[in-house]
């Protein structure tokens, strides 16, 4: 084990770990705040344009005048229920969950200064997933009402656990050691949830479309259900954002700086946990959301965690309603939940990363 | 990876000397291994017996010699006998595919199941067994295929100047999420009934294996274990580093090139037929490591180690729940992952 979790020297692992460091640019493409202010206003536009293109394309044809039609005239019918019905409300999710999870992601890779986190990756929404398996093998939860506490409460859980178990022993752990520690807990969580699904065929099948992750399929209700744990996680992200620049420099100087870690740190746990399960439970884990957006975001900006997270808002979104797009029209007439979408896009990128020079030096 | 450093403190040898043969001998590896084999003997008789039919001993023994009859020789001879063997056989070489794989890569994580076989493996199987109905043969080497190529497509995106550790791991996770969200996209398609089968395989089961599979695996493990345990002192030699190993007479690179053949071929038996088994190819040469307190892997105790694993898991997974049989990869990859999770947390407070 030792390669993997006692990895080179203490110094460089700090500095190709620091979000923004050393291997990327220590300031993003928009230095001016004015230039980020513009290219956030474009990252808006491009969001409008995602949500529209998700009312307008579908398996059905419609055209921008029925849509609109559909949008605002309540009493429309015909063509306009699959706009209003079936589109809308996915789109919303697609929202919610988008942001949520782009959030999550860029507040666990600050505050475990690892670029490689990713709520997914470090088993958080599989947590999450085996409590709603609980949830639904055992205490006959068949709705979202019923098992959105339980998607928290296995969020939190795990949050935890990988945290303290991953930063177990002197110094604190690595990023290399918490990724394994994530990636190990998720997969025992996984088998346990995989054992549950066998033991209850009823919820093998409700949970088969569940676990890809996929924004379809869920009234607009579901959404209203999960929107008041996501505004509260962002009300969280937003106290935390400033001290997240502080954490950057390393526990020791944040503290020296008048930074409160310990605080910090309990509303990042907190932040994330409403997060990642309130997306889990609307959505199913979707993964490489979290992973992918504060990169991009990183890149654009420089690390100054307020713009990331502002960034986040936008673009995560944009990210998964696309996937759902593309969920749509890639294999016409079968559709692609986006949970499958994001997995095949974020996957590579988590490779690139691992490949580049700095990152490796995890 | 500095394999020797972490391992405990060298077992202490002594040197038989015989008349034109001399070998040396480890008395805490053998004591280990025979107490190992014990453990595997009496877990074998204890699968035979239990079940939904109780028998004793004496009935299993007089079975098993062929002095048994009736309603006592079904169910041990046609029944038990084949899944026993089979979880003994299977354990024994995923114990031995992860002993080589590590060796080669001298490191603990190189075990299959983290290079992508296994997920690959699956996505073959499945994709013989939903889009084209296949049969087991066609399934058998769908898997194959898909695991080497995974794997090979794991250790060439991870190379660059070199496979480190931690890049591996994290390439592998890549890739295994991209094939893991293609095998749920597959699942999803397809119909309930379809779809469960696929699930069990997709998580390692002995519930389905007869005496077809047996003999299959019989025969391609008759040739592969032997080879390996032929080629253990050179791989043992080639651990030391390839000039090293050149000079003290190993070809490096066709040994190495056996080696892996050897390993693949032994993991790709299990996965064709049982499915992907997790965590038991990256934890029994560990734990045997640990047992036999030697420097490097052993493969006697990596095999006798991965039975016991696979045994104990199985009949755990026959009967945790008396209604339903679990998938036995379920128990692998929860006591596995544990296993993997307490060792990090250990290296951790150690460092």
Partial sequence: MTAVSAPAAPDRTAAAARPGAAGERARGVARATTTRGAWWLASLGLLLVVLLASVLVGSKHLGVGTAFTALFDPHAGGPALVVRDLRLPRTVLGLVTGVALGVAGALIQALTRNPLADPGILGVGTGSSLFVVVAVAFFGATQVTGYVWWAMAGAAVVTLVVLVVGSAGRGGGTPARLTLTGVGIGAVLGGVSTGITFLDPRAFDSMRSWVAGSVSGRPLSVTGEVLPFVVVGLGCAALVSRELNVIALGDDLANALGGRVVRARVLVIAAVTLLVGAATAASGPIGFVGLMVPHVARWLVGPDQRWILAFCLTLSPSLLIAADVVGRVVLHPAEVPAGIVTAFVGAPILIALARRTKASGL | ?351
Avoid at chain 2, 63 to 81: E, F, K, N, Q
Avoid at chain 2, 110 to 122: E, M, Q, W
Avoid at chain 2, 145 to 157: E, H
Avoid at chain 2, 301 to 315: K, N
């Fill in chain 2, 1 to 351: 990876m500095s394999a020797p450093a972490a391992a405990p403190a060298v077992a202490r040898t002594h040197v038989v000397r015989l008349p034109g043969f001399s070998t040396r001998v480890h008395p805490r590896t053998v004591l280990v291994c025979g107490i190992l084999a014990a453990v595997v003997v009496v877990l074998f008789l204890v699968s035979l017996a239990t079940g939904d039919y109780r028998l004793t001993l004496g009935q299993v023994t007089s079975a098993l010699t062929g002095h048994a009859d009736g309603l006592v020789r079904t169910v041990v001879l046609d029944w038990r006998l084949p899944r026993a063997t089979l979880a003994l056989l299977f354990g024994a070489a995923l114990g031995l595919g992860g002993a080589v794989f590590q060796s080669l890569t001298r490191n603990p994580l190189g075990s299959p199941d983290i290079i992508g076989f296994d997920s690959g493996a699956y996505t073959g199987a499945l994709v013989v067994m939903l889009w084209w109905h296949g049969g087991v043969g066609q399934q058998t080497t769908a898997a194959v295929v898909g695991g080497l190529a995974t794997a090979c497509a794991v250790y060439l995106l991870a190379y660059r100047r070199g496979v480190q550790g931690f890049r591996l791991i994290i390439v592998g996770i890549g890739v295994s999420a991209m094939l893991g969200a293609f095998n749920t996209w597959l699942i999803l398609t397809s119909r309930l009934q379809d779809a469960m089968g696929a699930a069990a395989f997709g998580a390692g089961s002995l519930n389905e294996v007869g005496y077809g599979q047996l003999w299959a695996a019989l025969a391609v493990l008759g040739v592969l274990v032997p080879a390996v345990l032929a080629l253990g002192r050179r791989m043992r030699l080639l651990e030391m580093g390839d000039d090293a190993a050149r000079q003290l007479g190993v070809p490096a690179e066709p040994t190495r090139l056996l080696l892996v053949a050897v390993g693949v071929g032994l993991t790709a038996t299990v996965t064709a037929i049982a499915g992907p088994i997790a965590f038991v190819a990256l934890v029994a040469p560990q734990v045997a490591r640990r047992l036999v307190a030697s420097p490097g892997t052993t493969l006697v105790g990596s095999a006798l180690t991965g039975a016991v694993l696979l045994q104990s898991a199985d009949w755990t997974a026959q009967h945790l729940v008396p209604t339903t049989p679990l998938p036995v990869g379920v128990v692998t990859v929860v006591l596995g992952g544990s296993y993997f999770v307490w060792l990090l947390v250990k290296e951790g407070i150690r460092s």
